[in-house]
């Protein structure tokens, strides 16, 4: 099965990320992410065998950090052939990184060979987008925002019926 652990938003964030996602299906042609797939990877795992599933859990158990604000102030896009990747990026925040490097010391030291990518956190809002006019990242992000990262979700990706579709195995609250 194809796993990652991510952070998962409550609907007012959601809402939030879909008025810049709104602003950018304006201007450009694209897979748009559905609503309830807005999320923030911490780690991609990747297939992993299901008997693993509790060596993640573990490592989620374990995973040093308390609950932080989280503050989504600019929009940018990965360059790809076919169709740019756009997403909505996070303001600099330590505790989130410590977060985040905890969970990859802890995924390693139960054997999980993880991606040597430098973290990048972002909400992708789209795939394959194309502009039908230039935008700019500033007028699709509109007013910085705020969410409470309170929680961390081992989560699983599965296409059904043609639609990509992540469903939250397991979840673990961040002390305050």
């Avoid at 076919?82 to 990859?104: A, F, H, M, P, Y």
């Avoid at 972002?122 to 007013?143: C, F, K, Y």
């Avoid at 309170?150 to 059904?160: C, E, G, K, V």
């Amino acid at each position: 099965m194809r796993l990652f652990i991510a952070v998962n938003f409550d609907m007012e964030t959601r809402n939030r990320l879909m008025a810049v996602q709104d602003r950018l299906r304006a201007a450009a042609s694209g897979t748009f992410t559905r609503p309830d797939n807005l999320h923030l990877t911490l780690v991609f795992l990747g297939e992993t065998e299901q008997n693993r599933i509790p060596a993640v859990k573990k490592a989620v158990d374990t995973t040093k950090g308390e609950s932080t604000r989280l503050t989504f102030d600019h929009t940018g896009s990965f360059r790809r052939r076919g169709g740019d990747i756009w997403w909505v990026g996070l303001r600099k925040n330590t505790d989130l990184e410590r977060i985040q490097r905890s969970l990859c010391d802890k995924l390693t030291h139960e054997g999980f060979i993880l991606e040597k990518r430098t973290f990048s956190p972002h909400i992708t809002l789209a795939r394959r987008v194309v502009l039908r006019r230039q935008v700019s990242p500033d007028s699709l992000m509109g007013e910085p925002f705020e969410t409470n990262l309170d929680a961390i979700s081992l989560m699983r990706s599965d296409r059904i019926n043609g639609k990509l579709t992540y469903t939250e195995l397991y979840r673990r609250k961040l002390q305050h």
